[in-house]
């Protein structure tokens, strides 16, 4: 069973238009959320990241919203770009700690 | 400039053999990580090494093998005993003392012919 899950495997938005990418996790002790872009053939680069004492962290056109009662964050970007087109992972797990759990990945299209 | 260098990007495999993919980091970093990227599945973890000498089995480490005799590689062998060994395997690390999750190598593409 998935630890994290994203529903939703792609999503396409207008540029210039908001995107949301969720992410649900099943265990209520995580306490440190990633979110990762990675493009084809790439490795996946560190996006922006919510401790779970916070309920938003913003960084530039990024934020991350994270409901910990409902287990549920979302990754908003705006203005969407077209160079944001890439798949998107949350991971989940501790702070400081290492063996974070991966979701699926969320592909991107943002069309121009 | 410090990173991840994971080679070769290509690999091309025949039914039967091993074949040992390279990790190698210059970011002083503890601990390293093998992940396996399938389509739908996104990332599961093979192995990790949070010290030299020592390292722990993932969620699909069967028909994997790993060594960490130095800080700087964590090569991953992929043998022969691995039942569906074609997808596109990422190497990573960590410092634990700082909360930016991991960074990545830029991956290899292991294909069994």
């Known amino acids: 069973d998935q630890q994290v899950k994203q529903n939703s495997p792609s999503l396409s938005v207008q540029e210039g238009r908001i995107s949301i990418l969720n992410c649900d996790y099943t265990n209520s002790m995580f306490d440190y959320f990633l979110w990762y872009k990675k493009y084809p053939a790439e490795g996946p680069t560190f996006l922006i990241s919510?401790?779970?004492?916070?309920d938003k962290n913003e960084d530039g056109r990024f934020t991350v919203f994270l409901n910990k009662s409902a287990k549920h964050l979302s990754l908003h970007i705006v203005p969407s770009q077209p160079g944001d087109s890439a798949v998107y992972f949350c991971a989940a797990g501790f702070n400081y700690g290492q063996n974070f759990v991966f979701g699926p990945g969320t592909r991107l299209s943002v069309l121009p | 400039d410090g990173g991840i260098t994971q080679s070769p990007k290509y690999l091309f495999r025949k039914e039967g053999q091993n074949v040992t993919l390279s990790c190698e980091q210059n970011l002083n970093h503890d601990a390293m990580y093998w992940y396996r990227q399938d389509p739908g599945q996104g990332l599961r973890l093979i192995y990790y090494s949070q010290i030299v000498n020592d390292f722990q089995k993932g969620d699909i480490a069967e028909g994997y093998s790993v060594s960490r005799e130095k800080k700087e590689s964590f090569p991953l062998t992929v043998t022969s005993a691995q039942k569906n060994p074609t997808a596109f395997y990422l190497c990573?690390?960590?410092?634990?003392?700082?909360?930016?999750?991991?960074?990545f190598g830029s991956g290899t593409r292991l294909t069994v012919v």
């Open positions: 990573a690390s960590s410092l634990r003392t700082d909360n930016y999750g991991y960074t």
């Open positions: 919510i401790s779970s004492i916070k």
